[in-house]
């Protein structure tokens, strides 16, 4: 009797082994959140678990680049992606843009930034954070907005840097900067406003944050990566990602 | 080359500030009897075993507009500390602490309460015993607490990452500026300016290393 039940467990638990796999994700900090709401249902869905590191996605490509064990990259951007492809990094044909990005002008109170961005060329505040526009794509969008917007010049000496978009959040949630530019997704869930004030940057005044997504060498030919892409093309994970203030491809 | 300046001036401003707060807090750790001095010594430790970005994530709570070192800098009419130079300073005092304090306190320690007490017999004033007394006994408890927190101050990262802000000529150090350079796949700058720091912390160490093998040497 014993021996037929440990049977049947060592049988079940190689079953349940052969089906269900781990997922290693690198995720671009704007994108974790999501993420990690879309890998909840995941699991429940396919029986798979994605294991979520986050950062900055220039830190993850000289990672990946040395080796880092992760199956799957979520780009901040288009260009990493597109780069390790080019060095037979990532699986040909699996790129695809998961998200588009928006920039938003933010502050933790109320009352501060107004609903055309005006604040930028009138308001008076000392600090405005931006992410490392060398290094984050939000960063970037941030410099070329407030250049169009010709107020760039004007407001350097007031810039302070985050290393990544979560550290840039950071600095303004903590109120040592008044406001600053972060991805709408960070600040907003299910489509509403977490708190404080912000503006919507319009998306004419910046070059699009297209958000990519590829398969490492590393993931390659794993069932349970191939779900996880398959899954985030799904209407569920789409809605959530909607959800964050992001934008979807065509 | 400035962020390189800038380090150099943070690490020395440190280490000074630190010779003269961290003597007279070595000297009482040293020497008291008070029920407290577990709880002071355990204080000044800490940022020997907590994460940088722990301490960092909570200075740019503590000091910013909200918090009651804000409250008082915003009163003094200096605003917030985060993203200035000083602001770096502070947190820089608070996180090489322990480097300059407990080498200093263990000279102080392997003195014992003698040389003291023998300088008050021959009734020499506070000053003098600590000038002529105290200070050549524990020169090297002095020198290595000198160099390990300006070395270590040099080697900060997590702290001023956080609460730096990463401007170029006011927050920027060195170890930021590496970081960077590796986050934007400019490895041959990072090569460069980590190869710098390896070279520099291997010279630093090696010279106090030789000094104090030398002392010891002189001393039997």
Redesign the interface.
């Known amino acids: 009797m014993i021996r037929s039940l440990l049977l049947l467990l060592v049988l079940l638990s190689t079953s349940s082994m052969a089906i269900s796999e781990e997922v290693q994700v690198a995720v671009a900090a704007n994108f974790a959140v999501p993420l990690q709401k879309i890998a909840a249902d995941f699991e429940k869905d396919t029986g798979h678990k994605a294991i979520i590191s986050s950062g900055a996605t220039g830190k993850f490509y000289a990672q990946i680049k040395s080796g880092a064990p992760f199956d799957v990259l979520l780009s901040a951007d288009d260009t990493t992606t597109a780069k390790l492809e080019g060095e037979s990094m990532t699986v040909a044909g699996s790129r695809f843009v998961y998200a588009i990005g928006k920039l938003a002008l933010w502050s933790a109170k109320p009352g501060v930034v107004d609903d055309d961005g005006r604040i930028l060329s009138t308001g008076r505040f000392s600090h405005l954070a931006v992410a490392n526009p060398k290094t984050a794509p939000y960063g970037a969008a941030a410099i070329e907005t407030m250049k169009n917007l010709g107020v760039l010049e004007k407001l350097s000496p007031r810039l302070v840097q985050g290393e990544n978009i979560a550290q840039t959040q950071q600095f303004i949630s903590t109120g040592n900067a008044e406001l600053g530019f972060v991805a709408l997704s960070q600040i907003q869930d299910n489509g509403k406003l977490a708190n404080g004030s912000v503006w919507i940057v319009p998306a004419g005044l910046y070059s699009p944050i297209r958000q990519e997504a590829a398969v490492l060498a590393k993931g390659k030919g794993k069932a349970a990566v191939s779900a996880l892409m398959d899954y985030l093309k799904s209407d569920k994970a789409k809605a959530v990602i909607k959800g964050f203030g992001y934008d979807l491809q065509g | 080359m400035s962020a390189i300046k800038l380090t150099l001036e943070l690490a020395s401003l440190t280490t000074i500030l630190l010779l003269l707060i961290g003597t007279p807090i070595a000297w009482w750790l040293a020497r008291t009897r008070s029920p407290f001095k577990g709880l002071i010594g355990a204080v000044v430790a800490l940022p020997l075993v907590l994460p940088p970005t722990v301490l960092g ?1 909570y200075m ?2 503590v ?4 918090g009651p070192i804000g409250y008082l800098t915003q009163m003094l009419g200096i ?2 500390l ?2 200035t130079f000083p602001g770096l300073l502070v947190a820089s005092v608070i996180y090489t602490m322990p480097f300059v304090v407990q080498p200093v306190q263990n000279a102080f320690e392997a003195m014992g309460e003698r040389p003291v007490e023998a300088a008050a017999t021959l009734r020499a004033g506070p000053w003098d015993t600590f000038f002529s007394v105290i200070l050549p006994l524990a020169k090297p408890g002095f020198l290595t607490a000198a160099v390990l927190g300006f070395a270590h101050t040099v080697g900060e990262f997590g702290i001023v ?3 730096g ?3 170029p000529d006011k927050t920027r150090v060195v170890s ?1 500026q590496i ?2 350079h ?4 400019e490895y041959t700058q990072a090569h460069w300016l980590s190869g710098g720091m390896v070279f520099f912390a291997f010279l630093v160490l090696f010279a106090l290393y030789t000094f104090n093998n030398s002392a010891k040497g002189r001393g039997r």
């Open positions: 994530f740019l709570v000091m910013g507009p909200q605003g917030i985060p993203f990452l956080m609460i802000g990463n401007i930021v970081y960077d590796v986050e934007a796949m």
